[in-house]
């Protein structure tokens, strides 16, 4: 089952800057999660529609064709940012999508050759999940939190810049009233993953001066 299938990132995928919509961001995982681990990322990743709506039934069998074939065209337009030592890298995370005829229910798309290494034959500095770990998972936020608990697993607490934080969720030029991103983004993403997932979660806001300047994670498995 890909329930079950890993999902790999090198780690500075974990801490770049981007905003992929709920479902095209699954697509993404479930793309990595499809590929066998230390073997090379094929030309084409193929993914069907019945794959995802058994990953992700909310999405509905109805909806689910037109959910994935829209999810993989937004994709193309889509673009990360990383921060490697020495300077700051942006491209796209695919390079071309592949057309089937309507009703063959299946979406097909190539990584970017940027992004391939980040991706496959992964040994130090990378973060690993189970794809059914966040598949019952509603907003993008939860997700991205999520991947950070996940990387910094072993240390039960995470200090993030406010800035920083913004700016991996693809959010820097948003919710400028923190009382708005404490309220839509950072309590919404930590109630689902209390709810959802295998961690215990609180936070806290950190002053400095009378603004908010960083924010404190701290976890602990159930």
């Known amino acids: 089952m890909l329930k079950n299938s890993v999902v790999r990132k090198d780690n500075r995928i974990i801490g770049a800057s981007y905003k992929l919509t709920l479902n095209e961001q699954r697509l993404v995982l479930t793309a990595i999660a499809k ?3 230390g073997e090379k990322i094929p030309d084409e990743v193929e993914i069907t529609a019945q794959e995802f709506l058994a990953l992700f039934p909310d999405v509905g069998e109805k909806n689910v064709h037109n959910e994935i074939q ?3 065209d ?5 673009s990360i940012r990383i921060e ?3 300077k700051k890298k942006k491209f796209r995370w695919i390079s071309s999508t592949m057309s089937y005829k309507k009703g063959e229910g299946r979406v097909g798309f190539a990584f970017s050759k940027e992004i391939i290494p980040y991706l496959q034959q992964l040994k130090t500095q990378f973060t690993k999940y189970r794809l059914g ?10 997700i991205r ?7 910094f697993q072993n240390t039960t607490i995470i200090v993030i810049s406010l800035e920083k934080f913004k700016e991996r969720l693809g959010i820097h030029d948003k919710y400028s009233d923190y009382k708005n991103l404490r309220k839509r983004v950072i309590e919404r993403a930590v109630k689902e993953l209390n709810q959802k997932s295998h961690f215990n979660i609180a936070f806290k806001s950190v002053r400095e001066g009378r603004s908010i300047k960083k924010l404190e994670f701290f976890f602990s498995e159930k």
């Open 145 to 151: 939190l999520f991947e950070m608990l996940m990387q």
């Open 74 to 78: 937004n994709l193309y337009e889509r």
């Open 133 to 142: 770990d966040i598949s019952n998972l509603k907003s993008i936020y939860s």
């Open 35 to 37: 590929i066998p681990f």
């Open 70 to 72: 829209d999810a993989v």
């Open 84 to 86: 490697d030592p020495i």
